[in-house]
């Protein structure tokens, strides 16, 4: 601890504390030791195959745009850029925590707004403690060149969140009237992250505004399937300092797989994998070919047995032909998975004949997820407990929507740290708003989760 203006700070400690690495196998134990026992299923991907689905590394609270479902807070405008040191100290908590390989979606605010050396840094750091980083980005500077330089650095994956909530304007600054116009920008990110080796994935809030053009966005995302790997649709939550408040009951998880289908005009299993609590998250996987989908996992009893047969097998989504040859050597390698593959790989092949033929034996593969975010002020304590996607923070992990809903009391708080050999007292507050944020600190509660007590969270107020 150490003594700043005579509060007691804790002293964050930097990389090479002597702390152990765990293991994947330990890191999923872990995680499967956390899961609540009613979710220990053949179906549950979090402490069996893998030991998180997402930590959100937010290296910046600032942001270019003013969405109507932004999900930063009051303050979010009014703090300091975390410094270098605890920014890669939280990645090696990342590290601790969930083990080698576990995904960082660097985010923020944007990430792009910090500065292009320190993101580059950050990338390059967390690839080579072995995990694997994906940038969150709204796409406006992330800019060809920036986006080879990180894939360099070892960038996996690029998230470009585009959509009518963003209030974007075209070069003659008037706003695009609905999603179907946003194309020409999602196509213009598309080509700039083709051939680097990064895997694309598209995120779309979906809203009053825009749900009417749902089917016309799983076109789009089907029709582009050789340049995107996964579509992700993100329900409207009332969180943050968002302006557009209520959700319609017409917008929830099972409604969305049923219009997916009817568009794709095939059906896509969505209950094949569970990852963490089954309310929060869906997943589909589907080969298109020939701008046809076919669902991937069209025998769900198939999947625990191939997947144990890949277990540690590395297979690079940015690049689909080395997957391909990293999976065909494996198979050659590992008769067994013939035996065991062969029957359901035949069944694809037939199904997809036509297209195959007329597609000139080109197929993709393109994933939908179904994000289904909390409102702040309806958090369930089960889905928290069993939480997927995690925001590392100065405490340590955090479950996403907790994080958004006391997101304020998160990136505010002071903290002591141990950079070049010296201590030192980081206050992210910008100085002008300190006495402002001074005055209001005392007033505020903690948002926490339906029928939890105020102390089971009231650390966040201890600052």
């Known amino acids: 601890m150490t003594n700043h203006n005579g509060k007691l700070l804790p002293v964050l400690q930097a990389p090479g504390n002597g702390r152990k690495v765990p293991t994947p196998k330990e890191a999923q134990a872990r995680t499967w030791e956390r899961l609540y026992p009613k979710f220990h299923t053949p179906s549950q991907s979090l402490g069996q195959r893998k030991a998180i689905g997402c930590v959100a590394l937010e290296i910046t609270q600032r942001c270019n745009l003013d969405c109507t479902l932004c999900y930063l807070s009051e303050m979010s405008e009014s703090t300091l850029d975390i410094p270098m040191a605890e920014v890669k100290r939280r990645i090696d908590e990342i590290l601790y925590e969930y083990g080698p390989s576990a995904p960082v979606q660097i985010t923020g605010g944007d990430p792009t707004l910090r500065q292009e050396d320190e993101l580059i840094e950050i990338v390059r750091y967390a690839s080579e403690r072995g995990l694997q980083p994906a940038l969150l980005t709204n796409g406006i500077k992330a800019t060809r060149e920036l986006l080879q330089k990180l894939a360099a650095a070892g960038l ?42 990064i895997a694309v ?33 993100q329900l409207h939550a009332d969180t943050g300092r968002g302006v557009l408040h209520g959700r319609p009951d017409e917008i929830n998880p099972r409604n969305i797989i049923r219009i997916i289908n009817e568009t794709l005009g095939r059906k896509i299993n969505f209950d094949v994998v569970d990852i963490g609590h089954p309310d929060c998250n869906r997943i589909g996987y589907s080969f298109v070919c020939n701008r046809n989908a076919y669902d991937l996992w069209w025998d769900p009893a198939i999947i625990n047995k191939l997947y144990n047969e890949f277990e540690g097998v590395g297979l690079d989504r940015g690049n689909p032909k080395k997957a391909v040859k990293t999976a065909l050597k494996h198979v050659l390698t590992h008769p067994r998975i013939l035996k065991k593959g062969l029957p359901f790989i035949l069944v694809h092949l037939w199904r997809m004949k036509w297209d195959l033929l007329a597609s000139g034996f080109k197929v993709h593969k393109l994933s939908f997820m179904i994000h289904n975010f909390m409102h702040a ?14 925001v590392m923070t100065t405490d340590g992990p955090v479950s996403m929507c907790l994080h958004n809903a006391n997101r304020d009391l998160y990136i505010t708080k002071e903290f002591a740290y141990k950079a070049g050999g010296e201590e030192k007292v980081f206050n992210p507050v910008r100085e002008h708003k300190r006495e402002y944020w001074a005055e209001k600190l005392p007033t505020l509660k903690v948002i926490q989760p339906l029928g939890r007590e105020q102390d089971e969270v009231a650390e966040l107020t201890k600052l």
């Not at 075209?170 to 999602?186: C, G, P, T």
């Not at 995120?203 to 016309?216: A, D, G, I, Q, Y």
């Not at 002020?377 to 995690?390: G, W």
């Open 156 to 197: 996996r994956d690029v998230a470009f969140h585009v959509d009518m909530t963003q209030n974007l304007r075209d070069e003659k600054k008037r706003l695009y009237a609905s999603e179907e116009e946003l194309n020409v920008i999602r196509k213009k990110y598309i080509e700039r992250a083709r051939g680097l080796g």
């Open 201 to 233: 994935i598209f995120n779309t809030t979906l809203c009053s505004t825009n749900f009417h053009e749902l089917p016309m966005l799983v076109r789009f995302f089907r029709d582009n399937a050789d340049g995107v790997g996964m579509c992700s649709f």
């Open 377 to 390: 002020t309806c958090l369930d304590p089960e889905r928290i407990d069993n939480c997927s996607f995690m």
